[in-house]
C-alpha cells in the first residue's frame, strides 16, 4: 500500500505566501516523477508543476516566476513554495506520484489534497 499524504494548505491574503508538502509512505521501490495539481470550484483538475527524478522541473504558464517546485529523495517527499498569491490560485492542491513499487509495478497515486484558499 502507497500512501501521499500533503500538508501545508490553509488561508493567505493576496501577494501572501504558502509552502506545500507532500511525503510518500508504503511499500515503495522507487519514486520517478512528482507533481502538484490543483482543482478549484467548478473547474477541471490542472496540472501545476511536477519534477523528475534528476531534478528537472516544468510549471504551468499562470504560476511561473511565483511558485517553485522541489523534491528530498531521501524523504520521499515532494514541496510547492508559492509566493505572490493570487485570489485565482484558490484551490483544492493534489499531490501526485509516480511510482514503482516493485522492479515491475508501476503506478501513478493521489494525495488527498489540501484547500488553499486566497482571500483578503
Known amino acids: 500500500q502507497v500512501q501521499l499524504v500533503e500538508s501545508g494548505g490553509g488561508l493567505v491574503q493576496p501577494g501572501g505566501s504558502l509552502r506545500l508538502s507532500c511525503v510518500a509512505s508504503?511499500?515503495?521501490?522507487?519514486?520517478?516523477?512528482m507533481g502538484w495539481y490543483r482543482q478549484a470550484p467548478g473547474k477541471q483538475r490542472e496540472l501545476v508543476a511536477f519534477?523528475?527524478?534528476?531534478?528537472?522541473?516544468t510549471y504551468t504558464d499562470s504560476v511561473k516566476g511565483r511558485f517553485t517546485i522541489s523534491r528530498d529523495s531521501a524523504k520521499k517527499a515532494v514541496y510547492l513554495q508559492m509566493s505572490s498569491l493570487k485570489p485565482e490560485d484558490t484551490a483544492v492542491y493534489f499531490c501526485?506520484?509516480?511510482?514503482?513499487?516493485?522492479?515491475?509495478?508501476?503506478?501513478?497515486?493521489w494525495g488527498q489534497g489540501t484547500q488553499v484558499t486566497v482571500s483578503s
Open positions: 501526485n506520484a509516480d511510482i514503482k513499487t516493485s522492479y515491475y509495478s508501476r503506478m501513478g497515486y
Open positions: 508504503g511499500r515503495i521501490y522507487s519514486i520517478n516523477t
Open positions: 519534477i523528475q527524478s534528476g531534478g528537472t522541473t
